[in-house]
């Protein structure tokens, strides 16, 4: 599988400081986004201290990837799965470890959503509410759910999807790294097919921007960076309450096919803007 | 109150409010929003608020309702946003917002939290029981687990019956699709059928799947029975204990 991808984090129009942080870690096609949280400057540590460890036990071929940090690894995961999990457990415990030793850093925690693509096979990790799209035939579908309190009370049918988007307590989170010694991480498999979009992104862009939107902005931009360009501006225009960040991974098709010459002038085009935007 | 604004060439038409009863739109002269226009069909779409939220729903017309540039089978509304029916579109003015039958009381004492926050195990299960109890709204699972399955019914296929475990399910001929098409000039990807929270939902892949003989254009959720048409297979989507 091609891949294509780009990334952008903005401050958005109301906060002073940026607690997202995000990487994209080409030669591995790994993505990692997180939100991070508690007061003074404390959210920044806890997201780049989740994006640094990930990144680092990714990459590294050294590291535990058995499953040692996990307690119950899934037998039919991919050992990228079972790494990119254990990773975020390790990143857990690092925050978590990190607050406790001090005190001024009490209660920094962050959101986890990270994507690691290995031929055309998808790992998803996620803890906390940024989110993780799938754009592929024309449908936007969320990967991963949200584990924030209005979200799990529209689950249970106590909150309509229009309430929890009206609702005072959309930033209160039922996980999140960093706040326990332990955590319960969601991991997903999927196959990717050719032009598939993948968007991880945090509440600071989907509490602004619908998803038609969404859908709309990526079918529209061919190049990954502009497209979260647009999506950021976007979510800006409309009052950027929260820091936002994006990342867009584009699927390209392995082989050309029989017929693509027939197609090739719009490829061709499509191609070019990808790779002088991608990061 | 929610408000739908009928334009044309940016000039306001027609103005209708939307209250607890939905809102019709089309060439048909009897419509709460008629719109005199050829690429117009008689009942082309409604609104309506559904739970909330602001629904526009598509009557299968031919030429389609798009929602800011984007098809549309059923969308959100959201205050801004623009229906395109034919060359007229309809501002959406959702401002005022719905009927909502909501417990303004709880929602005063609750905090303004802005700072996102963590609740920790004890206090998250206390508002959850709290939630619940105030709520009442509270769905529970019915006994039994049930697995949705497709059965083909018509055309050439791997297998002649699909569990669909995964949340995402892939129709075609490529080798990676759940459902895999066999025969000449099958689409790599036909179709798709996707888990949400409150279903499965067929999509579109490279071909219009047929749902009990209507092509779909956006996600559909489909019911217990339907049949499904695409790449010259014909299955049924049925819920099996």
Redesign the interface.
């Known amino acids: 599988m091609r891949i294509v991808s780009g990334g952008m984090t903005d401050l958005g129009r109301v906060r002073t400081n940026n607690e997202d942080c995000f990487r994209i870690v080409e030669p591995l096609n790994l993505f990692v986004l997180s ?1 991070g ?1 508690g ?1 003074e400057a404390h ?1 920044e540590v806890a997201s780049e201290l989740a994006v640094e460890t990930i990144v680092k036990f990714c990459m590294d071929p050294q590291a535990d990837a058995g499953g040692a940090l996990l307690s119950n690894p899934e037998p039919s995961w991919s050992e990228k799965t079972r790494r990119l999990t254990s990773a975020v457990h390790l990143a857990n415990k690092n925050i978590y470890e990190a607050a406790e030793a001090h005190p001024e850093q009490h209660g920094m ?1 962050a959101t986890l959503t990270a994507a690691w693509i290995d031929g ?1 096979r998808l790992s998803i990790a996620h803890v906390g509410d940024s989110r993780a799209y ?1 754009l ?4 936007l ?3 991963t ?1 949200d584990h924030s ?1 209005v979200a ?12 929890a988007e ?1 609702s ?9 790294l960093g ?2 010694p332990e955590i319960e991480i969601d991991a ?1 498999e ?2 990717l ?2 032009r598939d979009i993948l968007m991880l992104c945090c509440d600071g862009l989907t509490r602004m921007v ?1 998803e ?2 969404i ?2 902005t990526l079918q529209a931009e061919p190049d990954p960076t502009r497209a979260a360009e647009k999506l950021i501006a976007l979510a800006n225009e409309r009052g950027g309450v929260d820091n936002i960040t994006v990342i867009i991974v584009r699927v390209g098709s392995e082989s050309r096919g029989w017929f693509s010459w027939l197609r090739r002038g719009a490829r061709k085009k499509a191609a070019g803007n990808g790779t002088a935007g991608g990061l | 109150m929610a408000k739908l604004s009928l334009m044309f060439d940016e000039k306001t038409v027609k103005e209708v409010p939307v209250g607890s009863r939905p809102v019709s739109i089309g060439r048909s002269p009897d419509n709460d929003l008629p719109v005199d226009n050829l690429a117009v069909s008689n009942y082309h779409a409604r609104v309506y608020f559904e739970g909330g939220r602001l629904v526009v729903e598509d009557l299968d017309s031919l030429n389609g309702t798009f929602v800011n540039d984007l098809r549309v089978e059923r969308a959100t509304l959201h205050d801004g946003d623009s229906i395109w029916i034919g060359k007229h579109h309809i501002k959406v003015d959702a401002s005022g917002d719905a009927p909502v039958p909501w417990d303004t009381g709880r929602k005063a004492s609750a905090p303004r939290i802005n700072e996102t926050m963590v609740l920790d195990t004890k206090a998250r299960r206390d508002m959850l029981q709290q939630a619940a109890a105030s709520g009442e709204r509270m769905q529970f699972a019915s006994g039994r687990l049930k697995v949705p399955t497709l059965v083909v019914l018509g055309g050439r296929t791997d297998q002649k019956e699909y569990m669909i475990t995964n949340k995402l399910t892939v129709i075609g001929k490529s080798a990676m699709a759940t459902v895999k098409l066999k025969g000449w000039f099958k689409p790599a990807m036909a179709a798709q059928i996707n888990q949400r929270d409150d279903g499965y939902y067929i999509g579109p892949g490279d071909k219009m799947p047929l749902v009990n003989g209507k092509p779909i254009t956006g996600p559909v959720r489909l019911n217990d029975g339907d049949v499904i048409e695409v790449g010259g297979a014909r299955m049924n989507f049925v819920y099996r204990e």
């Open positions: 939100d949280m007061g959210g925690g055309s799938l592929r035939g024309g449908t579908q969320q990967l759910s309190l799990e009370q529209v689950r249970r049918g106590i909150l309509t999807a229009a309430e009206e005072e307590m959309q930033s209160v989170l039922l996980r999140a706040a326990l997903e999927h196959t097919f050719a619908t038609p939107e859908a709309g």
